[in-house]
């Protein structure tokens, strides 16, 4: 069955940076675009980053260009979301994602919270 393992998150002052990794197993990880999303408390989930099934392509959303970086590497099933001068604005569970045909599969997310 498709498995999808957050790790990385934490608690990290404004300004500072984190790096979650998403173990993924059960599908053929190199076949398939993956996600990062996340969701802050009391607000909707939201699609931060994607990153093509070879790597060559990603997208963001505005509020994290420039400080966020989506990347996978294949050999090892894992995609990653390298985040770098977070505030904290960035406080809430990040969620590794994949759509395979018609569905959605998520990990069990993992907390980031941006405090001083």
């Known amino acids: 069955q498709v498995q999808l393992v957050e790790s990385g998150g934490g608690l990290v002052q404004p300004g500072g940076s984190l790096r979650l990794s998403c173990a993924a197993s059960?599908?053929?990880?190199?076949?398939?675009?993956m996600n990062w999303y996340r969701q802050a408390p009391g607000k909707e989930r939201e699609l931060v980053a994607t990153?093509?099934?070879?790597?060559?392509?990603?997208s963001y959303i505005d509020s994290v260009k420039g400080r966020f970086t989506i990347s996978r590497d294949n050999a090892k099933n894992t995609v990653y979301l390298q985040m770098n001068s977070l505030t904290p604005e960035d406080t809430g569970v990040y969620y590794c994602n994949t759509k395979l045909v018609i569905w959605n599969h998520w990990g069990q997310g993992t907390q980031v919270t941006v405090s001083s």
């Open positions: 990153i093509s099934s070879t790597g060559g392509s990603t």
């Open positions: 059960g599908f053929t990880f190199s076949n398939s675009a």
